[in-house]
Structures are given as structure tokens and as C-alpha cells.
């Protein structure tokens, strides 16, 4: 006995993390109640590994809740916001995707290479025939967040808005064409 406790031998061990875990109510109780009746050296450690690997409680555990989806606010008219992503590689090529949040019409570009000009290049193309955005919607990749891409959305009155770093499917609609095409 260690005070009020019984003190448990490596062979026994098992069979008591078993006997105390048997009610699944969890590592912190499953602690508790071996704190309070027995011990041996690291047995909250041993406590935590055995719950954590316990398979009926691994189904029933509580998942994270997931982030509250923002829906993107409604466009008046075509062409007003458009959102812009990089699609690749898909048989060695690079893609990008406008997609006009109003009528969700897409353009999928062939990109050779992805560089900041080649981009703008590949938008003014776009923009010719269907007009100069008031939004522009992209992630934070380098082609996006260069001078160059800033200067082309500056000088033709775009506004640009990029989500916050890692969060990459707030991108909306380019993004998720993109998930949908994989």
C-alpha cells in the first residue's frame, strides 16, 4: 500500500487500466479514479495512452467544431467581383480560373509560367472582353501580393481582397471550382 493506495505491479497493470476504463467516461476521470485508488510509477501517462487508444472511445470522441462558413455577399451585376486562383499541375500545365461570382461564369487560362506579369497579361486579355472588375478576390500567392499585380489592379480601380494567410478555400468560388476539379 502507498497510503490509501494500492500499489499495482507491471504484470497487473493491463488489467486495472482495463477494470478503470471500462465505463469510457474519459482520460480525466479515468485519472481521477486511478488517483484515488491505485499507483505505480508514470501510471497517468499510462492512463492517457490506454484511453487515447481506446477504439470505442475514438468514435464517440467530440471533433473540433468546424470554422462557421462566411457566405460571400451578393454581387448586383456580372463581372462586379470576380475571384481568381491557380489550378495545377495537371499533366505538367498550369491553369488559372476567373470565375464571376454573379453569373459564375469561368475562364480557365493556360498559364506557361505563373509569374506576376504573366498574369496580368493573361487578365487583360480576360478583362478586354468582358470588362474591368470592381473586386478582384485571389489567396496570398506570389503573383497575386507582387508590386506589379498591385500596380495593374491600382491603375485600373480594382479593389483586391485576399483571405487571411492559410485559409485559402475562403478564395470562394475560384477555389472551389478547384477543388471540384480534382
Known amino acids: 500500500m502507498w497510503g490509501h493506495r494500492l500499489i499495482i505491479p507491471s504484470r497487473c497493470r493491463k488489467e486495472v487500466l482495463k477494470e478503470i476504463h471500462s465505463t469510457h467516461m474519459g482520460i480525466v476521470k479515468s485519472k481521477s479514479l486511478t488517483r484515488s485508488f491505485v499507483w505505480w510509477p508514470s501510471c497517468d501517462k499510462n492512463v492517457e495512452e490506454f484511453c487515447k ?53 469561368i475562364e480557365v487560362v493556360y498559364m506557361k509560367n505563373i509569374t506576376s506579369e504573366n498574369t496580368v497579361d493573361k487578365l487583360r486579355e480576360i478583362f478586354s ?15 497575386f501580393v507582387s508590386e506589379c499585380f498591385k500596380h495593374f489592379l491600382y491603375m485600373n480601380g480594382i479593389q483586391h481582397i485576399t483571405p487571411p494567410p492559410y485559409h485559402p478555400a475562403t478564395n470562394g468560388l475560384a477555389e472551389v471550382s478547384e477543388q471540384h476539379s480534382q
Do not use: Y
Open 53 to 105: 487508444n481506446c477504439l470505442a472511445c475514438s468514435k464517440h470522441r467530440n471533433s473540433p467544431p468546424k470554422a462557421e462558413v462566411i457566405e460571400w455577399p451578393k454581387t448586383e451585376q456580372p463581372w462586379e467581383r470576380v475571384h481568381i486562383d491557380f489550378f495545377g499541375p495537371l499533366h505538367n500545365k498550369m491553369f488559372m480560373i476567373v470565375v464571376d461570382f454573379h453569373s459564375k461564369w
Open 129 to 143: 472582353r468582358w470588362g474591368l472588375p470592381k473586386i478582384v478576390v485571389t489567396d496570398n500567392g506570389r503573383s
